[in-house]
Every structure is written in C-alpha cells, then in structure tokens.
C-alpha cells in the first residue's frame, strides 16, 4: 500500500504552490483564494525553475498544447476534424482516416512530447504526422506504439507506458496514470480491442481501436501541476494521491459510470481549477465560439451544475480553442 505520508506531502506542496496563483487568459485574471505566504516558501524553493511563461492552449475534445519556455507538449492533438456522421445520425466507420496538414502545420511548430491518453480516432489520428514532421516523442499504449509502427515512426520515437511512470524531463515530469474509457448508453464502447503485435496501416477511422486508456499528469518545474483525461471514467485508487492544481475533466456522454463527478472530485482532492473537455462538435473547424450539438450543451452544463455541487470551492473555466491560459 502507497505510504499515505507522501499524498499528504504531495496536498501540501500544491495548496503551497498554487495558494497565491491565478487563472489569467489574455491579460484577463480571475482570483483563486491565497494561501498564507509562509507556507509558499520552502517547498517550492526546493524546485527547479523553467525558463520561459507557461500556458496552456485548447485544440478541442480533449487535446492541449502546452508551452513550457520554449519546450511544447502536445495531448491528443487532433485537428483534422473531418466528418464521420457521428454528429448527423449517421455514423459511417468506414470513414477514411484523412489528415490536413494545412490545418495542422500552421499550429504545430514544434513539439518534443506527445501523449496520447487512447488511439481513437479523435485522439490519434493527426499523431503519427505530428510525430514524422516534428519529431516528437510519442507516449502511449502498446496500442499506440504498435500503431506508431504501423505508420513508419521509428521504434527510438516511440515510448510506450503503462500507468504509474513518472518521466522526468528537468522543466516538467510527466507522471502517467492507467484509466479507463467511457461507456455508451449500453455500457460498451466503439472499436474496443488492442494491438499486440504492429498491424498493417490503418486505412478507416474502426482501425483504430481504443486501445486501453491513461490520463496523465504534468507538473511544470515551478509551476503547477495539470491533470489530463482523454475518457469520461477512470479508476479511483490510481488517482489518489495527485492532488493536482488543475483538473481537465471528460465531459460524460452517459450516465454509465456510477456517480461520476464526486467520485472524481474527491479522488483528485479537488482541484482548485476545472476545465471541461470533450464536449465540443469535433467535426467542425477549430473556430471560436466552439460548436455544441444541443446534447452535448445539456452534458455539458450538468457537468459544471455537478462539479460545483461535489467540490464547491473549484473554481470551473469553460475553455475557448487556442486560449492562452495560465494557471
């Protein structure tokens, strides 16, 4: 059993780190409740800092760019968003795997890390470009890798994981979590399955299976510390101990996973800041205002009315795609 005396060491250095931060986006601040000044000090002293500003940018479902200095780390970075029917009624999985390097060079100017929580295709599909033309590390499943094989990424580019690695890379580590993938309405999912073994290139958007899911957790060298979730589930025991400053929670397409929301909450020790992902329409260009199919706005909302209801004293932010946020 984890020795409980480094959760609580963990809780203490976040409440110390973040106790007199703010939320800010293009010079807009939002005041987050102070903590006393000499709890702030020595911890974080301790730390090494980055040189550089830290800011966090939505690309949509879950994906995030995050710029650390002059080091950038991608999340699920998908920005094709091409049609499937999906938001029609009409859901083709046939649908050909396309990817739209005119929309997504200009955003991708480099990248020395990518994590990919699980290999749908709204979560992997632009990966293996991003990863050929930027040389970026690609962190995953065995699923990923695998796949990252069958896309021509050499096997140095690729670096699978499990859950429970924590990787340092000096400005930031990157601590990975083993999760689970959200249920449909008849408790399955879409495309379920692994790869075990490099299969051929995957031609239509079933060749990519879930693959097994992990959220991960960033905590930036004199900074904060940021969850991230590609799914709508997770298991409860991996999460403990956390405490992240900043949670970017899945926003749940059913009500399959059993009290959701609180046991979430509680579980991350709730986070002094919220961020709603994957509930926008992600077959629609990366334009602000985010378009929202009628139900997802309904999930959406019960998402924020439950978050404010388990963990009142989180401060929720609806996110706008490619924001600069600072936290």
């Known amino acids: 059993m984890p020795d409980k005396r480094s959760y609580d060491r963990r809780r203490f250095l976040r409440d110390a ?106 979560h992997f599909n632009d990966v293996p470009h991003i990863a050929e033309r930027t040389g970026a590390r690609v962190l995953g499943t065995l699923t990923a890798y695998h796949l990252g094989l069958a896309y021509g990424l050499p096997s140095g580019q690729l670096a699978p994981v499990k859950g429970g690695e924590v990787l340092d890379f000096g400005a930031y580590t990157v601590e990975v979590v083993s999760s689970l993938h959200s249920r449909n309405g008849a408790w399955s999912m879409a495309f379920p399955g692994v790869r075990v073994s490099r299969p051929p290139k995957p031609e239509k958007i079933s060749d990519l ?52 929301v609180p046991r979430l909450m509680a579980a991350l020790d709730h986070p002094k800041v919220v961020v709603p992902v994957h509930w926008d329409n992600f077959e629609t260009p990366l334009t602000n205002p985010p378009t929202v199919a009628p139900n997802d706005r309904k999930r959406l909302d019960d998402l924020i009315a ?9 401060r929720v932010l609806v996110p706008e795609y490619h924001t600069a946020y600072h936290f």
């Open 17 to 122: 780190a973040v106790g007199t931060a703010a939320v800010s986006t293009a010079g807009l601040v939002a005041g987050v409740s102070a903590a006393p000044a000499q709890a702030a000090a020595a911890p974080v002293a301790a730390a090494p800092r980055r040189s550089g500003a830290v800011s966090f940018r939505w690309w949509g479902t879950s994906g995030w760019r995050i710029d650390i200095g002059d080091r950038t780390v991608l999340v699920d970075p998908y920005l094709s968003r091409y049609d499937t029917g999906l938001f029609k009624g009409a859901f083709n999985e046939d649908t050909p795997l396309t990817v739209t390097p005119t929309v997504i060079d200009p955003l991708v100017d480099r990248a020395e890390n990518i994590l990919v929580t699980h290999t749908h295709w709204d």
């Open 209 to 260: 299976p879930e693959g097994d899911t992990l959220a991960y957790q960033i905590r930036v060298a004199g900074g904060p510390s940021v969850f991230f979730m590609g799914a709508s589930d997770f298991t409860e025991r991996n999460l403990v101990g956390l405490a992240p400053d900043v949670a970017m929670v899945a926003s749940a397409a059913t009500t399959a996973t059993a009290d959701y």
């Open 306 to 314: 439950a978050v404010r209801k388990a963990s009142p004293r989180s």
